[in-house]
């Protein structure tokens, strides 16, 4: 009588982090794609893709998954990925120059915004002088300036997106050490969530900034804690400040960063790798600053911004980002008292509250159900995936990963 008490005891609470996982990962994946809905099928093409689309991933978490990758091997996963890549390629090639017609209204100027601004770097000129299409000034810092130049080089910064989905792909197999799940995972972000290949195709870089930063920060705790060379340790953070300098909402999330390392390596190495990243991203940042002041335009699209929000509604905007560099210490300091390796999942909190703001505050100026900056919903997407994906699609106790050994998130 004993035994099916304690299998119950058991099930109960894996149950239960099962069903956080799986609401946890549906609002990452459905939220920042209800904008991109909602402009192309209305609101009952919204709500029908919101219940569509959440009974789908249940299905699939439920039957398909486990079956698929019970009889996927390593090879055929990696295979598949490529097929996959290539696909993605394809329709890039088909639909970007489609799409990037310069037409208020159409497409986006923000890859025209990065590419004009590193080709102004690249010449010897200060890149904050001109302006896009739609007479939009530059709202990059430098660091992402400097991180798009090289595919600038090779024709558009848009093509960092199709670049940096790979290296997100690479991470999540990594995590979850299977390829197959890694796949599964990019699946289920490509069919359920249209946000990411609206910005493949439109060649929004809000996409490669959110995972450069994510990978840049996974790389500073992965090295930090482990037995790994000191120039390792040193570069992930120099990359980590270089990708900061890009948008100054991730700068919120450095306590889930400080909390993270301070478990893994101490609160010293916390604090020093801290330090390198801050004096890289003053590094690139600053001299563009001084440089001229009144012509960098990052700090006045910020200022601008707050600005708007005040006009809607008093004190929202200090408060907003306040109450988000609250949170975010909240989370962090929770995580050091427990010990618990949540920062990812607090990352996403953080990114995302600052997100609903954002779109209430858009909702209440426009005066209708406008969705339309869900889209910024990237941010913590990725984040997000990352911290509920592989729980909810992690094998049972005792199976087996696809690389032969005990699966480990």
Same mark, same amino acid.
Request: aromatic fraction near 14%.
């Given at each position: 009588?004993?035994?099916?008490?304690?299998?119950?005891?058991?099930? *109960?609470?894996?149950?239960?982090?099962?069903?956080?996982?799986?609401?946890?990962?549906?609002? %990452?994946?459905?939220?920042?794609?209800?904008?991109?809905?909602?402009?192309?099928?209305?609101? *009952?093409?919204?709500?029908?893709?919101?219940?569509?689309?959440?009974?789908?991933?249940?299905?699939?978490?439920?039957?398909? %998954?486990?079956?698929?990758?019970?009889?996927?091997?390593?090879?055929?996963?990696?295979?598949?990925?490529? *097929?996959?890549?290539?696909?993605?390629?394809?329709?890039?090639?088909?639909?970007?120059?489609?799409?990037?017609?310069?037409?208020? !209204?159409?497409?986006?100027?923000?890859?025209?915004?990065?590419?004009?601004?590193?080709?102004?770097?690249?010449?010897?000129?200060?890149?904050?002088?001109?302006?896009?299409?739609?007479?939009?000034?530059?709202?990059?810092?430098?660091?992402?300036?400097?991180?798009?130049?090289?595919?600038?080089?090779?024709?558009?910064?848009?093509?960092?997106?199709?670049?940096?989905?790979?290296?997100?792909?690479?991470?999540?197999?990594?995590?979850?050490?299977?390829?197959?799940? !890694?796949?599964?995972?990019?699946?289920?972000?490509?069919?359920?969530?249209?946000?990411?290949?609206?910005?493949?195709?439109?060649?929004?870089?809000?996409?490669?900034?959110?995972?450069?930063?994510?990978?840049?920060?996974?790389l500073t705790v992965k090295w930090a804690s482990a037995d790994a060379p000191a120039w390792k340790r040193v570069l992930a953070a120099l990359l980590l400040g270089i990708g900061l300098s890009s948008r100054a909402n991730f700068l919120l999330v450095m306590p889930q960063l400080f909390a993270a390392l301070t478990i893994k390596a101490g609160w010293r190495?916390?604090?020093?790798?801290?330090?390198?990243?801050?004096?890289?991203?003053?590094? *690139?940042?600053?001299?563009?600053?001084?440089?001229?002041?009144?012509?960098?335009?990052?700090?006045?699209?910020?200022?601008?911004?707050?600005?708007?929000?005040?006009?809607?509604?008093?004190?929202?905007?200090?408060?907003?980002?306040?109450?988000?560099?609250?949170?975010?210490?909240?989370?962090?300091?929770?995580?050091?008292?427990?010990?618990?390796?949540?920062?990812?999942?607090? %990352?996403?909190?953080?990114?995302?509250?600052?997100?609903? %703001?954002?779109?209430?505050?858009?909702?209440?100026?426009?005066?209708?159900?406008?969705?339309?900056?869900?889209?910024?919903?990237?941010?913590?997407?990725?984040?997000?995936?990352?911290?509920?994906?592989?729980?909810?699609?992690?094998?049972?106790?005792?199976?087996?990963?696809?690389?032969?050994?005990?699966?480990?998130?």
């Open positions: 009588m004993d035994q099916p008490a304690s299998h119950q005891r058991q099930f *109960v609470p894996d149950t239960s982090r099962k069903f956080r996982a799986f609401a946890g990962l549906a609002f %990452c994946l459905l939220f920042p794609s209800c904008g991109v809905i909602q402009k192309y099928f209305g609101n *009952v093409g919204l709500l029908i893709y919101l219940v569509a689309a959440t009974a789908l991933l249940w299905f699939a978490y439920r039957y398909v %998954c486990e079956l698929l990758l019970s009889r996927l091997s390593e090879r055929q996963a990696q295979l598949l990925s490529a *097929v996959t890549f290539l696909a993605l390629i394809v329709v890039f090639a088909l639909v970007f120059p489609r799409a990037n017609v310069h037409v208020a !209204g159409r497409g986006s100027d923000a890859d025209d915004a990065l590419n004009q601004a590193a080709s102004e770097l690249l010449h010897g000129r200060y890149p904050y002088y001109v302006q896009t299409y739609l007479q939009n000034a530059i709202a990059n810092f430098p660091g992402a300036i400097l991180l798009a130049a090289p595919f600038v080089l090779l024709g558009t910064s848009a093509y960092q997106n199709l670049f940096w989905f790979g290296v997100f792909f690479f991470a999540v197999s990594r995590l979850t050490q299977s390829f197959g799940r !890694g796949l599964v995972i990019v699946w289920t972000l490509l069919i359920l969530s249209p946000v990411v290949m609206n910005y493949v195709v439109t060649g929004g870089d809000d996409l490669a900034n959110s995972i450069y930063v994510l990978v840049f920060m996974l190495a916390a604090l020093r790798y801290l330090m390198v990243a801050g004096a890289a991203f003053t590094a *690139v940042t600053v001299p563009f600053w001084i440089h001229d002041p009144a012509g960098f335009t990052p700090l006045h699209a910020q200022a601008h911004k707050v600005a708007e929000f005040q006009a809607i509604l008093p004190f929202a905007g200090p408060v907003v980002p306040a109450l988000g560099g609250c949170i975010a210490l909240v989370l962090a300091w929770r995580n050091l008292k427990l010990r618990r390796e949540t920062w990812l999942r607090d %990352c996403a909190i953080v990114q995302a509250f600052l997100v609903i %703001c954002v779109t209430t505050l858009t909702a209440i100026q426009t005066g209708t159900l406008s969705l339309t900056s869900t889209s910024y919903g990237v941010f913590f997407l990725f984040f997000g995936v990352l911290a509920f994906g592989p729980k909810m699609f992690a094998p049972a106790p005792g199976a087996k990963s696809a690389r032969g050994g005990s699966a480990s998130y």
